[in-house]
């Protein structure tokens, strides 16, 4: 080629632009993560899915139950003897109160001071504060549910107390049901009721279906001759609907209360025409659905006096309670007015004083961390919390007389007090003794190694029930002292010597840890067995085996629901006494109280856990080097 | 290592000291002497059986004929005034209720217990006076009243529920076995609202206990129309209070306290009337209401007013049946009067009283 | 003071100077460590035991003035309740007549057994100590010859407990029904705990926060709350008798004459198969494919060790295994199907319950349940620990070898993780055991509750609390020795 040839390279410039090349798959940003987590392959993407069907399978079933047939009644009717035991008298339970307070500064204090709480646990805190003030403010603003009853010619209706405002407008109707097209099993949706837990209502309604659709009873014959009547505390009547004369017109009876009281309102036939044949709605709008808290019976009581106990011909004697069970349809929004709403109520002023006393408590810490040498605080907390015992035990016991503070025996505690009580003394009184069992079970003596080995391994061998039930029926024959001492005691005995057993093995653990240059730096420098022991082997080897010993308090606090099956009302054992009594109806709703009790549990559990895993990631699980 | 062993011989020695001087006296105590220094008497109560025992919700207050016949024996011992904060009330379950008396957890054991041989003799305790003679019988559900089920004998496969530990369970077993050759199918629970639960739950097709029990449970159910009490008796149950045997003065104690409520009913005395016979001719009476020189009640160690507290107290037993029992559902006339005054063809009736 | 300059050994004796010096030369004997060890251990041994015999004194003067004297002979005593469910105590049970082997057609099995055992016996443990190993052989084989006098003597103490509903009969029965519960529980929850286990380490982060919801909501609850629970829901939620959830009677143009599955709230039952004459060809059948099936995956691994090429032991070894099930059933007279081994029995609907078949009872489901989640959320804790315990290099190297990762986890981590795993799965099982007593809280007729029945009636707490502790301890004793077995199989064997 030329020179010129070489200088200009042939260039033809591409007709199209060259295919563009897709961009790398995205593993950032929310696409990315689901894709790089959750649907990585094939097998991933399955097991995605199953779960995700699962998941939303056994969540909608259960949160279908929870908010729209559940009645948590049992519940937030009775925290406070969830809280303190059902034989604590009430009038006491501020101590109790003050004693839980003292327990979660203290504790506050020392996280305080030896820890750190991250700024997210700040956050969830002041979420729950806001909830507990926000709904049930919004709450007031839901409007009431309908409350409806069946009436026929047989079922009678049964008087209804209720209270109202002076000038509040109440809308009472009696609704005929005489279109065939309305008994339909559709219409039963959403009434609380099967075959395991009647609704007498329900279930004559569900009669009266079947027999409409048979054809035995013809709806439109409808002829009951009813009215609805009103009475004042007293039982004079003092408002009453025209007779329904056997039309099948809904009867409706607007009323405006005259006075802030009492009334009571039923329905009746006439007793000259009273008529055979029909069915009928009584409902009941804009009334108050109130419970029985102990916030809002105060306010009641205090405003209105007792309700009133009339009787009538032929109707059940009406309480305060079976009218709150309140068996119909719900929205969400009525769950929140009626269910969470008084929950939050009640527990509201408890939470925040215990927020309130966490904040202070920890603020201290936090400032004697930063303030004060280190050594000081140290002592300046455990001296606090040695301090503590005996004004606990002050607060609790009180001292004699019924003014001040009265005496009250440990007989008389129950409730999560006595779970928190039992697990505490438990693992405190149980440490001296589970140190020694573990040095004595690897002593050198080979009698006192045998004999601590037997007692470890028999106690261990064991369930706890048995053992619990021994302390109470044989422990009284044992020694004279243990056969007055009361069952908190003897049971708490049983309970120390469980603990001691399983402590032993968990230090017994920590004590093979320590290393053996250790022993015998310490022999060469001269010191005995026992200081060798007490200031070099146990400091370390206790160290070694915290986050262990915080997961036998776990252990222990979860134990102690055994004492319900023995006769303590612990709060497994405070819950079991209030579903079982017969005449509050609490029988019904078992799994709404033990689902709680069982959320109560794991939030305490689960506390200890996370505070027993951050022990560990500091480093005071590990051997100090 | 030699401090080691000093405070484990210590703490030893503590231990062995604490239990040698622990050996009880030769002679039991006696146990009003206890109980009157406490100030209040254990009683163990069932604590879940409308009629019998159940707290009253509304007034926090155990009600039922055995918790008034726990208020009488206080009210023999301390008097007729606030008698409620004399009594402490224990509730046990049917499997505990033994060993809770035995312990001395309580030191009366009212809680419709039948009186038998086996209790009476191996147990180390004795009965008192029978206050409610009771029957077995068998509940229920209406669907089966209705498919023909007539009594014990077309229950053949039939499931039982019934509360573990008790007489019931085993006469049941005793009954079943008599008529069919096997042994019956078995649902136990620990309480007797445990079983009710049960039963309405379907777990089992017949709910089996005391007549009186089967009535308040009935009467506590979710839907009470639809439970039938069969005619069938299938055993004897005579209720009562129950004590250990080691203290006979505290076992005439309990038997002339449940006595006197009799008494009274004989002699026309109620808590109403009670002052009406202050100062009476009567010599019956006026020895009952220990008006006179008589001294009986100083002779059980109680004061010689005793009875009058009792009446004043709680009432007699007309009122003690008419306020727990026949609210339930058995009125006293039921299974041929047998819960009447002897004088009215029944079964009451109370020794001399002097 | 004298200064010695020579070497120790020709320094003369140290004199002595008191009398106590005589057995420790240099120094006195209440400072000599060899005294005080010995001195020390018998003032323990005396302190704890004399502190017992106190103790037993005590409680033994004060249960006789109570009038109940212990009475250990509460066992030979009569039951007179039910238990709701269990093996049947009220009929003759002539165990010793089944062990009499003499006349039964298995005898020279028997024998041949227990020759077995006492060669197994001598190879064992000859290593030590070779008279000893002759000895124990010999032992061995002359106690056949004696077998019918030991267990005529056997039975003669031991049949004052065991007439028909004796107290003794009646524990018994309590204690099959633990060993069921537990038994059962213990391979649902390794089962289950190890999916668990494995789903706490999964990329996928759904199973793994859906596993650690699970292991944090059962770990922190209590087992009583729970099983509480899971009861009182069951009896809520499942249907009455007359409404049980059954199998279908039609599905499509098939029609079903019995059912297969009835669910109510007394029980949940399913078909039963009891055996008729010929199943032992059957259970022969079935032997005999898991011997083969042995054999075949031993051979297939050699091949795969000398010839490298893959075993594929399982393509081998279920085909061949369920040849030799057919052909036992064959042989015991399968064809047609309807004849057999086995005779199906069908749950059927009766006046009142259901009869027939298997019948799983409420409170046995809710109590297996509910020590099976409980117990999963440990095993899954566990068994994650254990995984994670392997170090990384080896999963990165079998990686790079080409393993699949169900290879890798089957061949390389698990192997690896199991040492870590066993101790305290064997913990965990004992807890099983101990946990099963809760049946009480729903009427489960378990040892505890048929203890407390006995004891209802008879007021002994003491002798049968402490037989219930020694059952108790004997069940974990058995779970620990389980333990110990599987950890020396899977230890590491050091030099």
New interface residues.
């Given amino acids: 080629m030329t020179d010129e040839q070489k200088f200009f390279v042939h260039y033809t410039a591409p007709k199209e632009p060259p295919p563009s090349r897709h961009p790398p798959i995205r593993d950032s940003g929310i696409i990315g993560w689901a894709r790089v987590?959750?649907f990585?392959s094939l097998v991933?993407t399955i097991?995605?899915l199953t779960?995700?069907a699962i998941?939303g399978f056994a969540g909608y079933l259960f949160l279908d139950w929870a908010i729209f047939k559940a009645q948590w009644e049992v519940v937030f009717l009775n925290l406070r003897p969830l809280g303190s035991g059902p034989e604590f008298p009430p009038e006491e339970v501020p101590r109790i109160e003050l004693s839980i307070y003292i327990l979660f500064f203290l504790a506050m204090l020392s996280v305080g001071f030896w820890g750190r709480v991250r700024g997210f646990v700040f956050a969830i805190l002041a979420l729950i504060a806001v909830v507990t003030i926000v709904v049930p403010i919004v709450a007031d603003a839901v409007e009431e549910p309908t409350i409806h009853y069946y009436i026929d010619a047989n079922y009678n209706i049964r008087q209804v107390n209720f209270v109202a405002d002076e000038g509040e407008v109440l809308t009472f109707t009696l609704d005929p049901v005489t279109d065939k097209s309305d008994f339909d099993n559709d219409k039963l949706q959403g009434y609380y009721g099967n075959?395991?837990?009647?609704n007498?209502a329900m279930?004559a309604f569900a009669a009266a279906i079947g027999e409409v659709n048979r054809g035995a009873i013809d709806p439109a014959n409808y002829d009951l001759n009813l009215a609805i009547q009103i009475w004042d505390r007293r039982g004079q009547v003092i408002a009453q609907s025209d007779f329904s004369q056997g039309t099948s017109e809904s009867t409706v009876l607007e009323w405006e209360s005259p006075a802030e009281d009492w009334y009571t309102v039923t329905v009746v036939r006439d007793p000259n025409a009273p008529g055979e044949n029909g069915i009928a709605w009584f409902k009941i709008d804009d009334l108050e659905v109130f419970y029985s808290t102990r916030t809002e019976t105060r306010k009641r009581l205090d405003r209105f006096g007792d309700p009133p106990r009339l009787n009538c011909e032929g109707c059940a004697i009406s309480?305060n309670?079976t009218d709150l069970r309140f068996n119909g349809e719900r929205t969400l929004a009525q769950w929140f007015s009626l269910q969470l709403a008084p929950y939050l109520t009640e527990i509201r002023m408890f939470l925040f004083i215990s927020l309130a006393v966490g904040l202070v408590g920890y603020g201290f810490g936090q400032a004697g961390k930063v303030q004060l040498d280190r050594k000081l605080m140290s002592r300046i907390v455990v001296g606090l919390w040695l301090l503590s015992v005996p004004v606990q035990i002050f607060v609790i016991r009180g001292v004699g007389g019924e003014d001040f503070l009265p005496r009250l025996s440990t007989t008389d505690l129950g409730g999560i007090y006595l779970t928190i009580l039992l697990s505490i003394a438990g693992i405190l009184a149980s440490f001296p003794i589970g140190i020694?069992l573990a040095?004595?079970r690897q002593s050198d003596?080979?009698?006192?190694s045998l004999?601590c080995t037997l007692f470890i391994e028999?106690v261990?061998?064991?369930?706890?029930?048995?053992l619990l039930?021994?302390g109470?029926?044989?422990l009284?024959?044992?020694?004279?002292?243990l056969?007055?001492a009361d069952?908190v005691i003897r049971l708490s005995i049983v309970l120390t010597l469980f603990t001691a057993a399983y402590l032993a093995e968990v230090i017994r653990g920590g004590l093979q840890i320590v290393p053996k240059g250790q022993t015998e730096a310490a022999r060469a420098l001269g010191l005995?067995?026992?200081y060798i022991?007490t200031l070099i082997v146990l400091p370390q080897a206790l160290r070694a085996v915290i986050p262990a010993i915080m997961g036998q308090f776990?252990s222990l606090l979860?134990?102690t629901?055994?004492v319900?099956?023995v006769?303590l009302f612990e709060v497994?054992g405070a819950m079991?006494?209030l579903l079982?009594?017969?005449?509050?109806?609490y029988?019904?709703f078992?799994?709404e109280g033990?689902?709680y009790?069982?959320i109560v549990?794991?939030i305490l559990?689960?506390v200890l856990?996370e505070v027993s895993r951050r022990l560990e990631e500091t480093g005071a699980g590990a051997a100090r080097r | 290592m030699r401090r080691i062993l000093i405070v484990m011989t210590l703490l030893l020695l503590v231990m062995a000291s604490a239990s040698i001087t622990s050996a009880r006296q030769a002679e039991p105590g006696p146990k009003l002497t206890e109980i009157v220094e406490r100030g209040i008497l254990n009683c163990g109560v069932g604590g879940a059986l409308p009629g019998f025992s159940s707290v009253n919700p509304d007034t926090n207050r155990m009600e039922g004929i055995d918790a008034d016949f726990c208020r009488v024996v206080a009210a023999a011992i301390f008097g007729p005034d606030d008698v409620d904060s004399k009594v402490n009330f224990v509730p046990l379950t049917a499997n505990e209720r033994f060993n809770a008396l035995q312990a001395g957890q309580v030191d009366l054991l009212i809680r419709n217990t039948t009186w038998t041989l086996t209790r009476d003799a191996s147990l180390n305790s004795n009965f008192g006076p029978t206050t409610f003679y009771d029957s077995q019988g068998l509940m229920v559900k209406q669907e089966l009243i209705d498919s023909g089920v007539q009594s014990l004998a077309d229950l053949e496969g039939a499931s039982f529920c019934s509360q573990s530990g008790t007489t019931t369970e085993k006469n049941m077993v005793d009954a079943y076995t008599q008529l069919f050759g096997v042994a019956p199918a078995l649902v136990l629970a620990e309480t007797s609202d445990a079983t009710l639960r049960d039963f309405e739950n379907g777990a089992c097709d017949v709910l089996t206990s005391d007549k009186s029990q089967l009535a308040g449970l009935r009467s506590a159910s979710t839907n009470p129309s639809n439970l039938v009490i069969l005619n069938d008796t299938l055993s004897k149950e005579p209720l009562g209070p129950m004590y250990l045997d080691d203290d006979t003065q505290f076992g005439d104690i309990v038997d002339w306290a449940v006595y006197a409520t009799f008494t009274a009913e004989e002699l026309g005395i109620t808590s109403q009337n009670i002052d009406e016979f202050a100062g009476t001719e009567d010599i019956v009476i006026a020895r009952f209401l220990g008006q006179d020189e008589s001294g009986l009640g100083a002779l059980l160690g109680l004061s010689n007013t005793f009875a009058a507290d009792i009446i004043r107290a709680v009432g007699n037993y007309a009122e003690i049946y008419e306020r727990n029992v026949a609210p339930v559902g058995i009125p006293r006339d039921s299974s041929n009067g047998i819960n009447q005054l002897y004088t009215n063809g029944g079964l009451i009736y109370a020794p001399a009283w002097r | 003071m004298t200064v010695y300059n020579d070497p120790i050994e020709n320094r003369p004796p140290p004199k002595r100077r008191r009398a106590y010096q005589i057995f420790t030369p240099g120094i006195p004997f209440y400072r000599d460590v060899r005294v005080l060890r010995l001195v020390a251990q018998i003032v323990f041994a005396v302190l704890f035991i004399g502190t017992l015999a106190v103790t037993w004194i005590s409680l033994t003067t004060n249960l006789e003035q109570s009038q109940i004297a212990l009475d250990f002979g509460v066992y030979k005593r009569s039951f007179a309740a039910g238990l709701p469910e269990g093996i049947p105590f009220d009929t003759e049970w002539d165990w010793a007549g089944n062990l009499d082997l003499a006349n039964s057609t298995i005898f020279p099995v028997w024998i041949v057994l227990w020759l077995g055992i006492a060669y197994y016996a001598y190879t064992r443990l000859r290593q030590r100590n070779r008279q000893l190993a002759i000895i124990a052989a010999a032992v061995i084989v002359l106690l056949i010859p004696l077998h019918p006098t030991i267990i005529s003597e056997l039975d003669k103490a031991v049949s004052p407990y065991l007439f028909p509903k004796s107290n003794t009969r009646a524990i018994i029965s309590g204690i099959v029904n633990t060993l069921r519960v537990v038994v059962l529980s213990v391979f649902a929850s390794t089962l289950l705990g190890v999916l668990i286990g494995i789903g706490l380490l999964s990329t996928n982060y759904l199973v793994r926060t859906v596993s650690h919801v699970y292991v944090e909501i059962f770990r922190n609850t209590p087992l009583l709350v729970q099983l509480v629970l899971i009861y009182q829901g069951a009896l809520l939620i499942l249907p009455i008798v007359a409404n049980s959830m059954t199998s279908p009677d039609k599905i499509g143009p098939l029609r079903f004459y019995e059912k297969f599955y009835v669910v109510n709230v007394r029980a949940f039952s399913f078909p039963k198969l009891n055996p008729t004459d010929t199943a032992a060809w059957f259970y022969g059948g079935l032997i005999v494919g898991l011997i083969v099936g042995y054999l075949v995956r031993r051979w297939r691994i050699r091949v795969q060790e000398l010839t490298g090429t893959p075993s594929r032991t399982w393509l081998f070894v279920i085909p061949l295994f369920i040849v030799c099930m057919i052909t036992g059933w064959l042989i015991a007279g399968g064809w047609p199907l309807s004849s057999g081994p086995f005779n199906v029995e069908y749950p059927q609907f009766g006046r009142f319950n259901i009869e027939g078949g298997t019948q799983i009872s409420t409170p046995f489901m809710s109590l297996f349940s509910a020590l099976t989640l409980y117990t999963t959320a440990f095993i899954a804790d566990i068994v994650r620990a254990g995984i994670q315990s392997v170090p990384k290099g080896q999963v990165e190297a079998a990686r790079s070898l080409g393993l699949s990762g169900p290879q890798v986890l089957g061949m390389v981590v698990l192997p690896q993780a199991l040492r870590l795993i066993i101790p305290p799965l064997g913990n965990q099982y004992v807890n099983i055991g101990k946990n099963s007593s809760l049946g009480l809280a729903v009427g489960y007729a378990d040892t505890y509750q048929a203890v407390q029945l006995v004891n209802n009636e008879s007021g002994q707490s003491v002798p049968l609390f402490v037989g219930m502790m020694i059952i108790y301890l004997a069940l974990s004793l058995l779970f620990s020795l389980l333990t110990n077995l599987l950890n020396t199989t899977t230890r590491l064997r050091t030099r």
């Fill in positions: 987590n959750l990585s991933d097991s995605t779960m995700l998941l075959e395991k837990l009647p007498p279930d309480t309670r020694l040095l004595g003596l080979p009698v006192v004999l028999v261990r061998g064991v369930p706890l029930i048995t039930f021994m109470r029926l044989i009284p024959f044992v020694a004279d002292a056969q007055n069952l005995s067995e026992v022991t776990v979860k134990d629901s055994l319900a099956l006769g497994t079991r006494r079982s009594d017969t005449q509050t109806g029988t019904l078992q799994r033990y689902i009790i069982g549990y794991f559990c689960y856990a």
